[in-house]
């Protein structure tokens, strides 16, 4: 039997002057147990995307597609290196209007982090400093007076850009700096400077790993996690700081993070930060994927970045954050990070796609519908989750290296709550844990769950509910997760309908008033009724079909559960709309008490091109391919520092990649998305003659949108791909790992091209 006791009340309440006296905006406000919001607790679900790294003609769609994964509020760096790289001559037009970029994140009815640095890092060259601050004689991120001089410039400047639109009712927070480990006083000091310059916001944040001193309570401290990251040697082990995510955890300090640009003498060697007691935990940083440095490229799946923000959710956090979240292009080569600029990595020069549940072309990876049934949930339910304390089970694991406890942990209040549990990591795989049965000790009495032990298979992340009152019924527990609630439809006679999601290879079970019931999952719901009237449906969706569901939360809106297998988005109002290839969409709709299928209508002038497109192959069509310069063996490495190789330059490239030329069509529409699947070192795609983007090789595709890199019907496009030497000494994945060993001298193929495009599809209005 697993037990936990979960009597233990939340944390004392404080309520700080942030949000509250100070910077107020009316209806929001924080204590040390959650964020509230029109007298309502608050779990937000925030994502960053860099507004310079994306088109402006791509943020709204990228917006839409973020809320669409259940995104309250979107982050996003200001990066000084981008704006302004000659003193005097900061530009504020187009992708770099960072105004616009507020009035359109505002325009999609989300919140707006600006996280202003002045160094933000981001994988970007002097961390966000341009040039001619970064050579400046002053003392950087420091209080002086010569940097603050810089500092207030530049935010003079910014405050003008946005010309009003940072202040407590249109912006959510501001976050100071970044991974500023020991002056809490140049905090305040930079939170002043900002006063100044006319920007507020109800919260100010400031992250809080690596040991961080903060000046508490003058910021809401931040935490981060990721499953694996770049920067660790490339012929390390994966992390004991990487492994802690994927466990329920009361610590919430992580090392790990930044330590590759942190020195021995740093706070983070002597402390480990604790929760602020005005604070509630929450994160900025929970990985949304990982960028690929040159020395080591780590490829997280969707399952691994799930199982991070679903080990911290059970922990207790108050507010999910995750970098990135959509990923994008450095607007020119030269603005990443190096090892010539100082850093010990080599990033790519334009791509920063990250991995992200939005990559850079713009299309949604499998992460992105793994993370949205986390926030459906998070959003049906956040309500009730935000205040709960989290309670950890009597036997936890030993550390790190143990793989046999389960990990599971309970947020519960007065008897009410949800069971988490998690049985996934990426590189150690874990066992099917045999004969789970737990025992919860609430408020209102001992709970045992299932009626019978079961299994819990592995890649199990699991929200059972427990004690769980919907419109007037109580579900005394479930082994099945919750994603959301959907209104009753008084035209059906039909009750409200808990939505409830197979954990794969889990007998579902169900228990009302005592009385324990197996349900089949499938389309047709468990009715459930009180003795006084009130009644409940409870549909069980098959773990099949999770993938595919989208739960639709619009402004003033009824919340609706769609079935889809294409991406799905609406705007601020609610219409649905829908980007599928060639023939109409298959979208159907849980309502009154049945599926339904929906009615849609195509934009004008955009089926034809796509039908073309899509001729061939479902979504896709194989696009020709000419070799126009063979592959020669590169000689040797390229140099290192601190024992991690460094990428090639160019002139490598001009002398041994392979030069591949791209036929592609005429007729490529705006959505038109080219997929490469190849092996080597470094691709670069160029576009005539000119790289639009680049990848290091992980073993994954490079998916890029050809609008977007500035494809016409006369361009020229070429793919150049340099071979990766058998004895190289980057750290890849397993598989790639086992492709390069398997190659005879130096690894170079390009196994498919192919080109998609779909339509966007309307909701046909009633």
């Known amino acids: 039997m697993l037990r936990v006791d979960a009597t233990r009340p939340g944390r004392a309440e404080r309520r700080p002057a942030m949000a509250n006296a100070e910077d107020a905006r009316p209806g929001l406000s924080v204590s040390s147990r959650a964020l509230m919001r029109d007298g309502r607790p608050w779990l937000p679900v925030s994502g960053e995307l860099h507004y310079t790294r994306v088109p402006r003609e791509r943020w709204t769609q990228r917006l839409r597609l973020m809320r669409a994964g259940g995104v309250s509020v979107v982050s996003t760096y200001v990066p000084w290196l981008h704006h302004e790289p000659v003193r005097g001559q900061a530009r504020f037009d187009g992708r770099f209007d960072v105004g616009a970029f507020v009035d359109a994140v505002r325009a999609e009815g989300l919140e707006v982090v600006l996280r202003l640095g002045p160094w933000v890092h981001g994988e970007m060259r002097n961390g966000g400093f341009p040039d001619w601050v970064q050579g400046e004689r002053v003392q950087h991120r420091t209080d002086d007076p010569a940097y603050l001089d810089l500092v207030r410039e530049w935010f003079g400047q910014l405050a003008r850009a946005l010309d009003g639109r940072c202040r407590p009712d249109t912006v959510l927070a501001i976050q100071l700096e970044n991974e500023l480990y020991d002056q809490p006083g140049h905090l305040v000091t930079l939170k002043r400077l900002a006063r100044e310059a006319g920007l507020s916001a109800p919260l100010w944040t400031a992250t809080a790993w690596g040991g961080a001193d903060l000046p508490d309570p003058e910021v809401l401290p931040l935490w981060g996690g990721y499953g694996d990251g770049f920067w660790v040697d490339p012929a390390a082990p994966w992390?004991?700081?990487?492994?802690?995510?994927?466990?329920?955890?009361?610590?919430?300090?992580?090392?790990?993070?930044?330590?590759?640009?942190?020195?021995?003498?740093?706070?983070?060697?002597?402390?480990?930060?604790?929760?602020?007691?005005?604070?509630?935990?929450?994160?900025c940083e929970l990985g949304g994927g990982m960028a690929t440095a040159y020395h080591r490229r780590p490829r997280p799946d969707a399952l691994d970045i799930a199982a991070v923000a679903h080990a911290k959710l059970g922990s207790g956090s108050a507010w999910q954050g995750f970098y990135m979240y959509a990923g994008g292009t450095n607007p020119e080569p030269g603005l990443e990070e190096t090892q010539s600029t100082g850093y010990p990595n080599d990033m790519t020069r334009l791509s920063y796609d990250f991995h992200a549940p939005i990559g850079e072309s713009g299309r949604a990876a499998p992460s992105h519908a793994a993370l949205r049934l986390q926030h459906a949930f998070i959003e049906a339910f956040g309500e009730r989750v935000a205040p709960m304390p989290a309670h950890l089970p009597e036997r936890r694991p030993t550390g790190v290296e143990d793989a046999a406890t389960l990990r599971w942990a309970v947020r519960a209040d007065d008897g009410s709550g949800f069971v988490f549990i998690g049985r996934h990591q990426p590189h150690v795989p874990l066992p099917t844990y045999r004969g789970a049965q737990f025992r919860i000790e609430t408020t209102r009495g001992a709970v045992t769950l299932p009626s019978t032990p079961l299994d819990i298979p592995p890649g199990t992340l699991a929200r059972w509910p427990l004690g769980l009152e919907v419109a007037g019924v109580t579900i005394d527990s479930a082994t099945a997760s919750a994603l959301t609630v959907l209104p009753g439809a008084a035209a059906s006679d039909s009750p409200p309908t808990l939505v409830l999601v197979e954990d794969a290879g889990i007998p579902v079970e169900i228990v009302h008033d005592g009385l324990a019931h197996r349900v089949t999952p499938g389309p047709s719901p468990l009715r459930i009724e009180e003795s006084h009237g009130a009644a409940l449906d409870v549909l069980v969706v098959p773990a099949s079909q999770a993938a595919h569901l989208w739960v639709v939360d619009a402004d003033g809106g009824e919340r609706r559960l769609l079935l889809s297998r294409d991406e799905v988005t609406w705007d601020a109002a609610g219409r649905v709309s829908v980007r599928a290839g060639g023939a109409a969409p298959d979208v159907r709709e849980y309502a009154g008490g049945a599926w339904r299928e929906l009615v849609w209508e195509h934009v004008s002038g955009v089926a034809r091109a796509a039908r073309a497109v899509t001729a061939q192959r479902g979504d896709a069509a194989s696009v020709d391919v000419s070799l126009v310069r063979a592959a020669s063996t590169p000689p040797g490495e390229y140099g290192s520092r601190d024992g991690r190789p460094a990428a090639p330059d160019d002139a490598v490239l001009e002398a041994h990649a392979a030069v591949y030329r791209l036929e592609v069509p005429g007729w490529v529409d705006e959505d038109a998305v080219v997929r490469v699947a190849w092996a080597g070192d470094v691709a670069q795609l160029r576009v005539d003659g000119v790289t639009a983007t680049d990848r290091f090789w992980d073993g994954s595709d490079l998916v890029v949108n050809l609008r977007?890199?500035?494809?016409?019907?006369?361009?020229?496009?070429?793919?150049?791909?340099?071979?990766?030497?058998?004895?190289?000494?980057?750290?890849?994945?397993?598989?790639?790992?086992?492709?390069?060993?398997?190659?005879?001298?130096?690894?170079?193929?390009?196994?498919?091209?192919?080109?998609?495009?779909?339509?966007?599809?309307?909701?046909?209005?009633?």
Not at 256 to 265: F, H
Not at 711 to 736: F, G, K
Not at 749 to 762: F, G, K, N, T
């Open 239 to 283: 992390d004991p700081t990487f492994r802690a995510h994927f466990f329920f955890s009361d610590t919430w300090d992580d090392p790990g993070i930044g330590a590759d640009v942190r020195g021995a003498g740093d706070a983070a060697t002597a402390r480990r930060a604790e929760l602020s007691p005005w604070f509630p935990p929450a994160t």
């Open 708 to 766: 977007d890199i500035g494809v016409s019907a006369s361009s020229r496009v070429e793919l150049h791909v340099l071979p990766l030497r058998r004895e190289s000494a980057v750290h890849l994945p397993a598989d790639a790992a086992a492709q390069l060993a398997a190659a005879t001298d130096a690894l170079c193929a390009l196994d498919a091209v192919e080109i998609s495009q779909r339509v966007l599809w309307h909701e046909a209005l009633a």
